[in-house]
């Protein structure tokens, strides 16, 4: 039996974490160096990543 989690955010990835809240969040300062986190993440937690602008990026399983 697989246990799955769908419709959700898993994580953001953002330059500020005061811009998040109710939610992982890692903090990564330069823009491609958080591209590449997101993406990252996405791919071990077979999730989709969204940019909110402003620096915030979310990871979300649909």
């Known amino acids: 039996m697989e246990i799955t989690i769908s419709g959700m955010i898993i994580?953001?990835?953002t330059?500020?974490?005061a811009k998040v809240k109710d939610?992982?969040?890692?903090?990564?300062?330069e823009e491609a160096?958080?591209?590449e986190k997101a993406r990252l993440l996405s791919r071990i937690l077979k999730a989709a990543v969204h940019d909110l602008g402003d620096g915030v990026l979310i990871v979300v399983r649909h």
């Open 33 to 35: 160096a958080r591209q």
């Open 23 to 29: 939610v992982p969040a890692f903090i990564v300062k």
């Open 11 to 13: 994580c953001a990835v």
């Open 15 to 17: 330059d500020d974490g």
